[in-house]
Protein backbone atom coordinates (compact mmCIF):
# COMPACT_ATOMS: atom_id res chain seq x y z
CA UNK A 1 0.00 0.00 0.00
CA UNK A 2 1.22 3.52 -0.90
CA UNK A 3 2.14 5.07 2.09
CA UNK A 4 1.33 9.07 1.92
CA UNK A 5 3.86 11.70 3.94
CA UNK A 6 1.09 14.29 5.17
CA UNK A 7 3.71 16.99 5.31
CA UNK A 8 4.38 16.63 1.43
CA UNK A 9 0.87 16.32 0.89
CA UNK A 10 0.00 19.33 2.81
CA UNK A 11 2.62 21.02 1.09
CA UNK A 12 1.20 19.75 -3.00
CA UNK A 13 -2.15 20.80 -1.58
CA UNK A 14 -0.79 24.37 -0.31
CA UNK A 15 0.47 25.17 -3.43
CA UNK A 16 -2.04 24.46 -5.14
CA UNK A 17 -4.46 26.15 -3.63
CA UNK A 18 -2.16 29.47 -3.47
CA UNK A 19 -1.44 29.06 -7.40
CA UNK A 20 -5.45 28.05 -8.76
CA UNK A 21 -7.08 30.07 -6.55
CA UNK A 22 -6.73 33.74 -6.92
CA UNK A 23 -9.78 34.62 -4.04
CA UNK A 24 -7.70 32.47 -0.96
CA UNK A 25 -5.42 34.38 0.34
CA UNK A 26 -2.39 32.82 2.43
CA UNK A 27 -3.02 34.79 6.02
CA UNK A 28 -6.96 33.66 5.84
CA UNK A 29 -5.63 29.63 5.59
CA UNK A 30 -3.00 29.82 8.34
CA UNK A 31 -5.95 30.84 10.55
CA UNK A 32 -7.54 28.11 10.30
CA UNK A 33 -4.41 26.23 10.93
CA UNK A 34 -3.00 24.06 13.72
CA UNK A 35 0.88 25.55 14.69
CA UNK A 36 2.30 22.55 12.42
CA UNK A 37 0.00 23.52 9.72
CA UNK A 38 1.02 27.22 9.77
CA UNK A 39 4.80 26.76 10.55
CA UNK A 40 4.44 24.48 6.83
CA UNK A 41 2.35 26.88 5.08
CA UNK A 42 4.92 29.65 6.29
CA UNK A 43 7.76 27.47 5.19
CA UNK A 44 6.12 26.31 2.04
CA UNK A 45 5.03 30.19 1.42
CA UNK A 46 8.53 31.32 1.74
CA UNK A 47 9.83 28.58 -0.69
CA UNK A 48 7.36 30.08 -3.18
CA UNK A 49 8.16 33.33 -2.66
CA UNK A 50 11.79 32.29 -3.31
CA UNK A 51 11.55 30.31 -6.69
CA UNK A 52 9.46 33.70 -7.37
CA UNK A 53 11.92 36.09 -7.11
CA UNK A 54 14.24 33.80 -9.29
CA UNK A 55 12.10 33.06 -12.11
CA UNK A 56 11.46 37.35 -12.13
CA UNK A 57 15.19 37.99 -12.00
CA UNK A 58 16.00 35.30 -14.51
CA UNK A 59 13.29 37.17 -16.70
CA UNK A 60 15.16 40.05 -16.33
CA UNK A 61 18.57 38.71 -17.20
CA UNK A 62 16.58 37.18 -20.39
CA UNK A 63 15.23 40.62 -21.35
CA UNK A 64 18.57 42.13 -21.20
CA UNK A 65 20.03 39.96 -22.94
CA UNK A 66 17.65 40.33 -25.78
CA UNK A 67 17.72 44.47 -25.35
CA UNK A 68 21.41 44.11 -25.75
CA UNK A 69 21.02 42.03 -28.76
CA UNK A 70 18.51 44.74 -30.50
CA UNK A 71 20.87 47.51 -29.04
CA UNK A 72 23.94 46.24 -31.20
CA UNK A 73 21.88 45.06 -34.28
CA UNK A 74 20.94 48.92 -34.07
CA UNK A 75 25.20 49.98 -34.12
CA UNK A 76 25.20 47.00 -36.46
CA UNK A 77 22.63 48.53 -39.30
CA UNK A 78 24.14 52.04 -39.00
CA UNK A 79 27.66 50.30 -39.89
CA UNK A 80 26.33 48.90 -43.12
CA UNK A 81 26.48 45.76 -41.93
CA UNK A 82 24.47 42.78 -43.72
CA UNK A 83 21.65 41.71 -41.84
CA UNK A 84 22.63 38.10 -41.97
CA UNK A 85 25.65 38.52 -40.58
CA UNK A 86 23.92 40.47 -38.29
CA UNK A 87 21.53 37.70 -37.34
CA UNK A 88 24.16 35.55 -37.04
CA UNK A 89 26.30 37.73 -34.78
CA UNK A 90 23.51 39.11 -32.93
CA UNK A 91 21.54 35.22 -32.93
CA UNK A 92 18.31 37.40 -33.25
CA UNK A 93 15.78 35.76 -36.23
CA UNK A 94 16.74 37.60 -39.44
CA UNK A 95 13.02 38.46 -39.08
CA UNK A 96 13.74 40.72 -35.95
CA UNK A 97 17.16 42.54 -37.49
CA UNK A 98 15.06 43.50 -40.69
CA UNK A 99 12.30 44.87 -38.16
CA UNK A 100 14.87 46.70 -36.43
CA UNK A 101 16.51 47.87 -39.90
CA UNK A 102 12.65 49.23 -40.76
CA UNK A 103 12.10 50.95 -37.66
CA UNK A 104 15.64 53.09 -37.67
CA UNK A 105 14.88 53.92 -41.32
Known amino acids: ?9 FKTLLIYLLNER ?3 SLEGLVKH ?4 GR ?3 MS ?3 Q ?5 REKG ?4 REEGREEAAHHTAKRLLALNMDIEKIALATA ?9 ASEIK
Open 22 to 24: KNI
Open 1 to 9: MLELDTTEY
Open 44 to 46: TAE
Open 48 to 52: LRMEG
Open 57 to 60: REEG
Open 39 to 41: EVA
Open 92 to 100: LPIEDVKRI
Open 33 to 36: LNAE
